[in-house]
């Protein structure tokens, strides 16, 4: 059932799903909700939630729905400033996985945020300040509550000859409570506060070189950015909540803290280069290539050998971004061994096509070498698609992906008919899927749809497993 209404201030959606309970599975009914709400207090406060919660953790696959590997609820509400912005937050999350510890998924409740910008000087200098508060509770394992806060003075620079400089200053304090925090070294547990002081400065520097033409730009920019800090205070009583799946890219080589959360800090000076090259036509094609690494003067070991920063020198990163017509793209994405010069990562999409019929890959190669971590493998795999509309009112779809792995085989191949109007859509989908994740068998699916564009949608499936 789905279900959505707008109004003058906000708005609901809902969509949800129940079914009786099936052979392989001892529930008496199954089913999931996902929903979400808006609403506009004033111009500056804003509330809201969303809603993602299922009966159990293969209902969503089995039935071909949205199927993340965690279910996330969220409740808010958020005051935007002319220069600030503040938010509390309330998160459950539901696991999907086969290996979750009963009891250890976390309930946050409050994060808090305040965020502040302010106003430029007359030299052109800034402040930005941020602070925060999190409760994590669990019914088994480590809890904590955090308060957390920093400050940054900022410097952009021009200089005569074209030269880009930034500059920037920190200052960021954590003070932590936590309690039944396992040190696996002594075999013990903490209970207790723990604080840091975390200072840091950066330059950064950037030279663009353009060259114009009558039918084209030139764009070539060098990148030096040197970062100066202590070592990283990352001691093994403050438990790592938010910053476990770190991944050195070219999205954040010029990055000061890497990490995604607060948990962990990227401390030790070091320097990250690379250059960027960019030439575009007056037709607007254009190709891009991206290419850099990070020198530290002192290893760290707060990195995993997975990471590509777990030497002095960090693995080559970068990207290619190829587009000769708006009828095809090519990027590619790579990260490359310092020393092999293997390929530690490669990402590599590409499509073609016009709004008729449109056909595309995704090429994914990622070597873990991560000792620490026995359960995650190699991962090479291609995935190819197709979209092709028919008339103005029937579209055809396909889809194969596969594993190239030693173990390889095919993984899932689908393909599907589509009508749709002004107020109605009918849906005919045919799969072929051979993965297992408990009660979800591999095998063959038919699904056909219905949905009333004023009123909702209606699925009917059916699953033929191996055997069946």
């Not at 308060?147 to 952009?156: A, D, G, K, T, Y």
């Not at 009583?237 to 991944?247: A, G, H």
């Not at 959360?261 to 090259?277: A, H, M, Q, T």
């Amino acid at each position: 059932t789905e279900y959505r209404q707008l109004f003058n201030k906000g708005k609901i959606e809902f969509f949800g799903s129940l079914v009786s309970g099936d052979n392989d599975n001892t529930k008496d009914f199954r089913g999931h909700v996902k929903a979400m709400t808006r609403w506009d207090l004033n111009k500056k406060w804003r509330t809201g939630a969303d809603f993602h919660l299922a009966s159990d953790d293969t209902y969503l696959r089995r039935y071909n729905l949205d199927a993340p590997t965690w279910l996330t609820t969220n409740a808010f509400v958020e005051r935007f400033g002319k220069q600030s912005y503040f938010s509390v937050n309330a998160y459950h999350f539901q696991s999907q996985r086969r290996i979750i510890a009963l009891g250890s998924t976390p309930i946050i409740t409050p994060l808090i945020e305040y965020k502040y910008f302010g106003k430029p000087s007359k030299y052109g200098s800034f402040v930005t300040a941020n602070a925060s508060a999190l409760a994590l509770y669990r019914e088994n394992g480590s809890d904590q509550t955090r308060l957390s806060s920093e400050i940054v003075w900022n410097l952009p620079y021009v200089s005569p000859l074209g030269g880009l400089y930034s500059l920037k200053a920190s200052l960021r304090g954590d003070g932590y409570y936590v309690r039944d925090v396992i040190n696996p070294k002594e075999n013990s547990s903490f209970t207790g506060n723990k604080e840091r002081l975390f200072p840091q400065f950066s330059m950064e520097w950037r030279f663009p070189l353009i060259k114009n033409s009558e039918n084209s730009t030139n764009y070539i920019e060098p990148i030096i950015q040197g970062i100066l800090s202590p070592s990283a205070k990352n001691p093994i009583e403050i438990p790592n909540e938010d910053s476990r799946d770190l991944e050195f890219d070219d999205t954040n080589l010029f990055v000061e803290q890497r990490f995604s959360g607060k948990d962990r800090i990227e401390g030790g000076s070091r320097i990250n280069y690379g250059i960027l090259w960019n030439f575009q036509t007056r037709s607007n094609s254009f190709v891009e290539v991206l290419v850099g690494q990070s020198y530290r003067f002192k290893k760290q070991d707060i990195f995993s050998n997975a990471s590509g920063l777990n030497g002095k020198f960090s693995d080559y990163v970068g990207h290619i971004r190829y587009n000769p017509t708006q009828y095809f793209d090519l990027s590619y994405r790579f990260r490359i061994n310092n020393s092999n010069f293997k390929a530690e990562k490669s990402e590599i999409s590409a499509s073609f096509g016009n709004k008729l019929i449109r056909i595309g890959s995704n090429y994914t190669q990622v070597n873990q070498n991560d000792t620490q971590n026995k359960e995650l493998e190699d991962r090479e795999e291609l995935y190819a698609y197709f979209n092709a509309r028919l008339s103005k009112y029937w579209n055809l779809t396909g889809s194969h992906r596969q594993n190239l792995g030693p173990k390889g085989g095919p993984i899932r191949s689908s393909i599907g008919f589509a009508y749709e109007d002004e107020c109605f859509i009918a849906g005919l989908d045919f799969a072929e899927d051979n993965t297992e994740d408990r009660d979800f068998n591999r095998g063959f699916s038919v699904m056909l749809r219905f949905t009333l564009k004023t009123l909702g949608e209606i699925k009917l499936s059916s699953n033929v497993g191996v055997g069946q």
